[in-house]
């Protein structure tokens, strides 16, 4: 089946890992076995979650005001563009900053999906709204990105799970993933291979 839609997590994937969630979480006075710190704050009172907010939106305010694009993010979404394919964005971070990310580095999403849309990775909600908007089926998106919350996101909604193993926990998901990537670029050897190959490694 020919791929129609291409979603990509943010941080990690489109641009270079920056967040360190354990200082985060230090910061915030959260233990470091809390877990991810979204899922942390939705434990806490009114009160102390407003003060934790503040600190998560420093350091995203921080992160777009330092972002780096992974090596060769941009000519790969220019590629997958001009075979007519519609690029979205899923992300934990929200909305405002992924577009504050496109508008820096000069980036062309069709569609953003942030945390105040409604529930977050690994939660099916985020593909399958990016789907309806584009008006194509599920297993005709790959859904890409570093960690474990993409894929499982990506298999909750029936969507291909592609992982971008860039780095040293990336081994930890790959019985997740249905395509493991080495460099961004190489999701346009899965979309020319699609319908192929069913399960891999992309040399």
């Not at 230090?26 to 009172?45: C, F, H, I, R, Y």
């Amino acid at each position: 089946m020919l791929i129609r839609a291409v979603i990509f997590d943010l941080d990690g994937t489109i641009t270079q890992p920056y967040f360190d969630f354990d200082v985060i979480r230090q910061e915030m006075g959260l233990d470091k076995d809390a877990g991810p710190v979204l899922e942390a704050m939705d434990n806490l009172s009114l009160k102390r979650r407003r003060e934790i907010e503040e600190i998560l939106h420093f350091h995203e305010r921080k992160a777009v005001a330092e972002s780096r694009l992974n090596d060769g993010a941009k000519q790969t979404l220019e590629a997958i563009r001009a075979l007519g394919i519609r690029i979205g964005i899923l992300t934990r971070n929200r909305k405002q900053n992924a577009l504050a990310i496109a508008k820096m580095h000069n980036l062309k999403f069709d569609a953003v999906i942030g945390r105040e849309d409604g529930p977050v990775k690994p939660d099916a909600f985020g593909v399958l709204r990016l789907c309806a908007k584009f008006g194509v089926k599920a297993e005709q998106t790959l859904m890409v990105g570093d960690y474990l919350f993409d894929l499982q996101c990506a298999k909750a909604a029936g969507a291909v799970a592609v992982l971008l193993a860039n780095h040293n926990r990336a081994e930890e998901f790959a019985e997740q993933a249905d395509f493991i990537i080495e460099t961004i670029d190489q999701i346009l050897q899965i979309i020319e291979k699609a319908g192929v190959r069913s399960k891999g490694k992309i040399d």
